[in-house]
């Protein structure tokens, strides 16, 4: 039996049907994220052994644990050849040396896949295949055999981190129900509205996407839909939900996005930070990665605060700091040797939310 199957089934405890993620420190809670592993398939996860250092309380990956489609052409790619070829890769993401180490911590690794793990590039829900792929996805984190992830309508779910609950994952799957013009259907929809509106004592909610969310001024990568961003927004006013930060995976750099004029959308200011390469990124893909990001992706949504993204290997990290008045939140993406490369430090008053004096889709 796998580790991680102890740890969600017996570290990981229900309280009022709610999975509560067990911390070390209540007033101090380290989140770490990852993206885009094994693209070939051969390269090590050396990155979760500065990962390991770290020490998080929990690890949550963003999508693409493998890629089990396969490239033909630049931005050409098929459908896995077999389910012999896609367990395989599976079996070889989770026994890397690297990842094994770091499962023997014990830090639970929770999760949401993304296209490439799900199957297909930027597919959706005409897959035929995604049932299977599920089980295949679930199998990997060791997801319990009785867990409802594994027979509703997408592999969505919510923890608590810590028996305060101050802070909440929200997983969400932009992939079992995509559309043209709903990334999520309306069965997540109405779960997630019930997710934000209905934990009182939560100050942080943590929503994961396996695709960015924020932008829509780049012609690459994939997003969500101008739809699915009114209706975010919409459920944040109508229930006056504070404490809103989005992540994401994908793209094969890191950066930390913001939503320009975020207090006449949803009363406060909403970030975004995206996580993405563990095994490979643009700048490794690209000698010049940065400056051709920096030519073709608008500023729009950056911070501005130089550099604006990191193209090399990474993983994210979110450290809270409960213990002052007003908390600390620290987004951070962080290089294949833990040192820091982008980081917003933020207070919690920033992300409370205040009356919006007007309001208009743009």
Sequence with gaps: MGILVFLIATLAVFCACQLVIPVKDEQNIKFSMGSCNKFYGYEPSMIFEAIREYRPDVFVWTGDVVYADYKVLP???????????VAQKFEKAKQDPYYQAFLQTGTPVLGIWDDHDFGINNGGTEFEGKEWMRQQWLDFIDEPLSSPRRTRSGMYESYYLGRKRLVKVILLDNRYNRQKRDTFGEEQWQWLEN?????????????????QFLVEDRYIPETVSPEDRDRLYSIINNHNVSGVILLSGDVHFGEILKLPCSRHRIGYELYEITSSGMTHSVGQQMPQGLTILNINFPDTYNIHTLPLRYVHRNFGTIEFSFNQQDPLIRLQVRAIDGSLALEKVLLLSQLTYTCIISYSKH
């Design 195 to 211: 997710e934000l509106s209905n934990s009182p004592e939560t100050k942080v909610f943590l929503l994961v996407f396996g695709i």
């Design 75 to 85: 931005g050409i790619w098929r459908t896995p050849k077999s389910h012999k070829i």
